[in-house]
């Protein structure tokens, strides 16, 4: 299956020919030219440690890294962690059932041309009071991919400038979910920046408002926003000035849902909407309808699309069967939390709560993490002696990690960590 992947790799880099590179196969949106730790130093978190040599809280202290892992499991943080700018975190290389951080917050701000794939970040109830479980306040170019953010005790994750204008630019969350902020504030995110912000099949679940609340700039495509209660989409509600095209995206309601799909527009927000879909009849079954124009409230309507980055869309059916099975952080393998959300949307209306303390899930909080075992490294480059070996690299020099002998488009490492996931 590998060699599988690696061949439509391939495909896809004769296809982009000399172009700027994505930051990955499958990148998307404002942030998909991020270019994250490439041709920095190759940092293996080797333990689950709050701090020190070998921990995640090092790895991503210094810039211009790629940061893979040789242990799986939780890391339990008790201080919120801030990611250094050109980095690189690639959790698909994590052995076991990956990585999940929790405890506290985590800040991407002035993380720069930063690039995240396959991690989970759970805050809980011993995180600081108002924090957010993953926020951006400044920054560009970051791109966030198959990640499972939750248990924010402000919103689970903002990409949100107080300013709006010169906010953070260029940035994209993709194929991610986004669920369970912890009440009494339980919110999915502010997205508030003019600069540019690809929001692109993602759930959100058992977020009791914000799913997103918008200002700004926004792409929102492919996405499900299941179990809200008193916001689903935000349309801005605000004096500032926005733009966004808003399309294929499912609204599910569930036994919290009290609320339309789209609330507190005005003529300020400037919208490109068409074939969202609402299903609201919570019959165990998924057969939604069209929303309307009028249902959208008072906006600005554009008959034509605003001129943002092109993204391969589905019908929003379509998406919600793939975030189905392909959402969040699913290598090396969706966690028990994950997969509880992913029940509760399956029951199309009949499952689904807000909660105040991860302790009310039937993990009683992160769960237990298979750590397994890391693949031979012999050169400690992050890349496996096997993989080395098949394609044409040496296994004991730690200095072809950053050659370009397997593509001239990607580096060697970026190509094995491409070779892991599907494109």
């Known amino acids: 299956m590998k060699h599988v992947m690696f061949i439509v790799i391939l495909a896809a880099l004769s296809l982009a020919g000399n172009a700027q590179p994505l930051a990955f196969p499958g990148a998307e949106g404002f942030g998909k030219y991020t270019s994250g730790g490439r041709n920095g130093k190759v940092y293996i978190v080797t333990n689950l440690n709050d701090e020190g040599p070998g921990s995640f809280r090092d790895a991503v202290s210094q810039p211009y890294r790629t940061i893979v892992f040789e242990v799986g499991g939780v890391i339990r943080i008790k201080?919120?962690?801030?990611?250094?700018?050109?980095?690189?975190?690639?959790?698909?290389?994590?052995?076991?059932?990956?990585?999940?951080?929790?405890?506290e917050r985590v800040s991407f701000s002035k993380a720069n041309n930063t690039i995240c794939r396959y991690i989970r970040f759970r805050m809980g109830e011993n995180g600081k009071d108002g924090s957010d479980a993953v926020v951006v306040a400044e920054g560009h170019r970051m791109i966030f991919d198959h990640v499972s953010i939750s248990w924010g005790k402000d919103e689970n994750f903002s990409i949100s400038s107080m300013k709006v204008v010169g906010g953070p630019s260029s940035i994209t969350v993709q194929n991610s979910i986004i669920s369970q902020g912890l009440m009494n504030h339980s919110m999915g995110g502010l997205i508030?920046?003019?600069?540019?912000?690809?929001?692109?099949?993602?759930?959100?679940?058992?977020?009791?408002?914000?799913?997103?609340?918008?200002?700004?700039?926004?792409?929102?495509?492919?996405?499900?926003?299941y179990n809200w209660s008193v916001g689903a989409y935000i349309l801005g509600g605000s004096a500032f000035k926005s733009f966004a095209n808003i399309t294929n995206n499912y609204f599910i309601t569930g036994?919290?849902?009290?609320?339309?799909?789209?609330?507190?527009?005005?003529?300020?927000?400037?919208?490109?909407a068409r074939d969202n879909y609402l299903d609201d009849n919570r019959d165990g079954k998924l057969d939604g309808r069209a929303i309307g124009r009028e249902e959208y409230g008072v906006v600005k309507w554009s008959d034509r699309p605003f001129d943002f980055p092109p993204i391969p869309e589905s019908s929003a059916a379509a998406a919600l069967e793939w975030i189905v099975l392909?959402?969040?952080?699913?290598?090396?393998?969706?966690?028990?939390?994950?997969?509880?959300?992913?029940?509760?949307?399956?029951?199309?209306?009949?499952?689904?709560?807000?909660?105040?303390?991860?302790?009310?899930?039937?993990?009683?909080?992160?769960?237990?993490?298979?750590?397994?075992?890391?693949?031979?490294?012999?050169?400690?480059?992050?890349?496996?002696?096997?993989?080395?070996?098949?394609?044409?690299?040496?296994?004991t020099d730690p200095g072809d990690a950053n050659g370009y002998i397997v593509s001239d488009v990607y580096s060697n490492i970026e190509m094995y960590l491409n070779s892991l996931v599907k494109p």
């Open 79 to 103: 201080s919120p962690i801030t990611v250094a700018q050109n980095i690189t975190i690639a959790g698909q290389t994590a052995p076991g059932d990956g990585i999940t951080v929790y405890g």
């Open 326 to 395: 392909n959402a969040g952080c699913t290598v090396p393998a969706r966690d028990a939390v994950d997969q509880y959300v992913i029940d509760e949307l399956l029951s199309y209306g009949k499952k689904g709560k807000l909660i105040r303390s991860e302790s009310e899930l039937p993990t009683k909080g992160p769960g237990t993490l298979r750590g397994g075992e890391p693949l031979k490294d012999t050169d400690r480059d992050g890349m496996p002696d096997d993989w080395e070996e098949i394609h044409g690299l040496n296994p």
């Open 192 to 225: 508030q920046s003019d600069g540019g912000i690809t929001l692109y099949r993602n759930l959100y679940a058992d977020n009791r408002s914000r799913n997103n609340k918008v200002k700004g700039t926004n792409q929102f495509i492919n996405n499900v926003v």
């Open 255 to 272: 036994p919290d849902s009290r609320s339309k799909a789209f609330t507190r527009g005005n003529e300020n927000f400037a919208l490109y």
